[in-house]
């Protein structure tokens, strides 16, 4: 009998307040099949000690987080950035996910040039897409709301991600489909069908909008079911499109960090099947 948590998967975010084993052996108890990994508690861990837990554990690695943050002029920073992320493509090779989103970084100081910025983001692509295709790593390229385009990610909506992401193979570079973060755009369900086309829906994320916002912003991704999105809607969209892979749920919440970690894990469980399966 189904449990509808075949396509759940946790996004380690959501309860940075477990360690990794107590996630792993929350998601064991709890029947969730799939994690979202981040570098920082990974690397904490140890890439292969962590990669050695969840495969014992018979967890799917859906996806790590994060690489990106490729908009620097100065060639010191570039380097330095390409070099984080060849890391993080090894950390996700090793650590058996096929998909590390990408984050892609705001205007360096100083600049206001948007569009420079998106085409360094393509010519690092272009350096990492060939080297993640080698060793079974696709990057996902995360459009971000737009109220992070000056410090954070310039790239703020699925038409521009995929303008970047088309310029190289499908399995070296596709997209990142955020609720959080497109649910506003009226052109998304016609980019997600552009996207599916493609094949370049690489993973698929839930969290709700919420308000008021809190401030600081960053943490107010809502729990499924508090705020304005409709979560079936939008995985009619990627189903349509063809996509049928994981559904991961990553929020940034101080209210859910807040609480005991495996009791928002049960609570996202039972939150993913009430507002994205039945």
Not at 98 to 105: A, E, I, P, R
Not at 160 to 169: G, I, K, S, V
Request: negative net charge; proline residues 4%; glycine residues 10%.
């Amino acid at each position: 009998m189904s449990t509808g948590l075949e396509r759940f998967s946790i996004n380690q975010m959501t309860v940075k307040q477990l360690s990794l084993p107590e996630l792993v052996d929350s998601c064991m108890e709890l029947g969730v099949p799939g994690v979202g990994l981040w570098r920082e508690p990974v690397r904490a861990y140890g890439v292969e000690a962590a990669a050695r837990l969840v495969r014992d554990a018979g967890l799917t690695v859906t996806t790590l987080c994060r690489g990106g943050f490729l908009t620097a002029i100065d060639p010191v920073e570039r380097a330095e950035a390409l070099g984080d992320n060849h890391a993080a493509i090894d950390e996700a090779a090793a650590l058996g996910t096929d998909t590390l989103v990408l984050v892609s970084g705001g205007l360096p100081a100083g600049s206001k040039d948007l569009r420079g910025a998106r085409e360094r983001i393509a010519d690092a692509l272009a350096v990492l897409g060939p080297y993640a295709a080698e060793r079974g790593v696709r990057l996902a390229i995360e459009p971000l709301h737009p109220m992070y385009a000056a410090d954070r990610c310039v790239v703020s909506t699925l038409a521009q991600a995929l303008d970047l992401a088309e310029r190289f193979p499908a399995d070296q570079v596709g997209v990142t489909v955020d609720t959080y973060h497109i649910w506003w755009d009226d052109t998304a369900p016609e980019q997600i069908a552009r996207a599916g086309a493609g094949g370049r829906i690489h993973t698929f994320q839930l969290a709700d909008w919420t308000t008021p916002l809190p401030e600081g912003v960053l943490n107010g991704r809502g729990q499924i079911g508090d705020g304005s999105i409709d979560m079936r809607e939008w995985k009619r969209y990627v189903e349509t499109a063809g996509y049928t892979g994981a559904i991961e749920v990553e929020l940034f919440n101080d209210e859910l960090w807040a609480r005991g970690g495996r009791e928002v894990l049960a609570e996202t469980a039972e939150r993913f099947v009430e507002h994205a399966i039945r």
